[in-house]
């Protein structure tokens, strides 16, 4: 038997694209050092492992480095190949990372857009969420998951952006976004993910993290 794997994460506790990568190590069962970093006042070590970026999620795995969320998702699947993430058929998989492009890039950008502007400006923003997440309700649609009957890739990345991240945000400003009746498919897929343990264990705590959000919201704004 080989030396066993010495695995390290970096990452902060609200931090969406941390989750995502303690969710995935859960669902593989491979066990692993968490490391809480203070964005306001970096680490020697974060700054050494990411100087392109200076971000987290930073994965360590016997002396190498990864880095982006994405890529960290795809090189532990690859890794590990038990309890695949993504799926294994290709189109299917060009699919999940297309999806997952559109959680990162547009719907996180245009939902924490969202978080600055004040009551009036904000409609116009909500209703382009709204527009962006209808691809994905369409995706759902006769699934459980978008991994099918079991968590994968566009699971992970995009639950912990959207329902564990962005509506506590608009939450904690009393705003709904993503109703019941607009989005029947999408509020299902909510209530199965809070039924997955390996989820479940890495969501931020609710209260907590609706404050974190409600300060990030209020310093956009005055900033
Ligand atoms: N594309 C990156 C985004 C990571 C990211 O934005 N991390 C934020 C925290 S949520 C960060 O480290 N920010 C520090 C900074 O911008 O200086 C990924 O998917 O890993």
């Not at 993430?85 to 969202?114: K, T, W, Y």
């Not at 999408?186 to 989820?199: A, F, Q």
Request: charged share 30%; aromatic share 8%; net charge neutral.
């Amino acid at each position: 038997m080989g030396k066993p794997d010495e695995v390290k994460l970096l990452g902060i506790w609200a931090s969406p694209f941390t989750r995502r990568v303690e969710m995935a190590l859960k669902l593989k069962g491979i066990p692993y050092g968490y490391l809480e970093e203070d964005l306001e006042n970096k680490s020697s070590l974060l700054l050494a492992l990411n100087p392109i970026h200076k971000k987290i999620p930073v994965l360590v795995h016997n002396g190498k480095t990864i880095i982006e969320s994405h890529v960290i998702l795809e090189y532990i699947d690859e890794t590990w190949k038990h309890n695949p993430i993504l799926p294994q058929d290709p189109f299917h998989r060009s699919m999940a990372r297309v999806f997952a492009r559109l959680v990162d890039e547009q719907i996180i950008n245009v939902g924490f857009i969202s978080l600055a502007k004040t009551e009036k400006g904000r409609e116009s923003l909500v209703e382009k969420t709204r527009e962006l997440i209808k691809y994905l309700e369409k995706e759902l649609a006769g699934n459980d998951y978008f991994g099918g009957k079991t968590v994968g890739f566009l699971d992970l990345v995009a639950g912990s952006v959207i329902p564990f991240c962005l509506e506590r945000a608009w939450e904690g400003m009393g705003v709904e976004v993503i109703t019941e009746e607009m989005f029947p498919e999408y509020n299902k897929w909510v209530k199965k993910l809070n039924e997955v343990e390996i989820v479940v264990a890495c969501i931020p705590p609710r209260e907590k993290h609706i404050l974190h959000m409600n300060k990030m919201g209020e310093k956009i704004r005055s900033a």
